[in-house]
T-cell receptor, first 116, second 112 residues
Framework: DTEVTQTPKHLVMGMTNKKSLKCEQHMGHRAMYWYKQKAKKPPELMFVYSYEKLSINESVPSRFSPECPNSSLLNLHLHALQPEDSALYLC???????????????FGPGTRLTVL | GNSVTQMEGPVTLSEEAFLTINCTYT??????LFWYVQYPGEGLQLLLK?????DKGSNKGFEATYRKETTSFHLEKGSVQVSDSAVYFCALSSGSARQLTFGSGTQLTVLP
């Protein structure tokens, strides 16, 4: 299984809602990532989990809260989002972010989020 | 710091035309280089990669050679198809954290 899955595919939420995005991989990868992608732009890194621990937070607002319950799952909890947070949210995984490894990342199909 | 520069798009070609998308990079150490492709409405797929100088990555008729002397990793395909229409991202992985640095992306449209 060389696939990263993400649910839901589409999500519409109001600014007062709480929702969660889910990502799953069964490749035995120990690094997982959340990216945000706006239209016609490259992905922007949000968070990195390494061995189920948060290793990088790219100064993301606290209304985005990541969680890694186990080595196969990654969640992104959303609360009190703003319309400008509307974007494609991509999850990715790689074997491990160790120095010397070339860190090929496998991406999921993304969740298209619209905040009203 | 690390950076990737891609040729400005959009690029529009006729079917069976030759494709080149230029990519140059700046990086510390010895980066690994990647081309990712994003089809409309989808996530990113790894198209090809190269991990050291003079390596040639290839997949689905696409090729790119890691040129350390010119710090380049240009994407080429001899004969494009309509199904190749997508956005192509050049990226590198370098440094102790091995995070990906992406170029701005190049939109390719192939007309029948």
């Amino acid at each position: 299984d060389t696939e990263v899955t993400q649910t839901p595919k589409h999500l519409v939420m109001g600014m007062t809602n709480k929702k969660s995005l889910k990502c799953e991989q069964h490749m035995g990868h120990r690094a997982m990532y959340w990216y945000k992608q706006k239209a016609k732009k490259p992905p922007e890194l949000m968070f990195v989990y390494s061995y189920e621990k948060l290793s990088i937070n790219e100064s993301v607002p606290s209304r985005f809260s990541p969680e890694c319950p186990n080595s196969s799952l990654l969640n992104l909890h959303l609360h009190a989002l703003q319309p400008e947070d509307s974007a494609l949210y991509l999850c990715a995984s790689s074997q491990s972010p160790t120095p010397g490894a070339y860190n090929e990342q496998f991406f999921g199909p993304g969740t298209r989020l619209t905040v009203l | 710091g690390n950076s990737v520069t891609q040729m400005e798009g959009p690029v529009t070609l006729s079917e069976e035309a030759f494709l080149t998308i230029n990519c140059t990079y700046t990086a510390t150490g010895y980066p690994s280089l990647f081309w990712y492709v994003q089809y409309p409405g989808e996530g990113l797929q790894l198209l090809l990669k190269a991990t050291k100088a003079d390596d040639k990555g290839s997949n689905k008729g696409f090729e790119a050679t890691y040129r350390k002397e010119t710090t380049s990793f240009h994407l080429e395909k001899g004969s494009v198809q309509v199904s190749d229409s997508a956005v192509y991202f050049c990226a590198l992985s370098s440094g102790s954290a091995r995070q990906l640095t992406f170029g701005s992306g190049t939109q390719l449209t192939v007309l029948p």
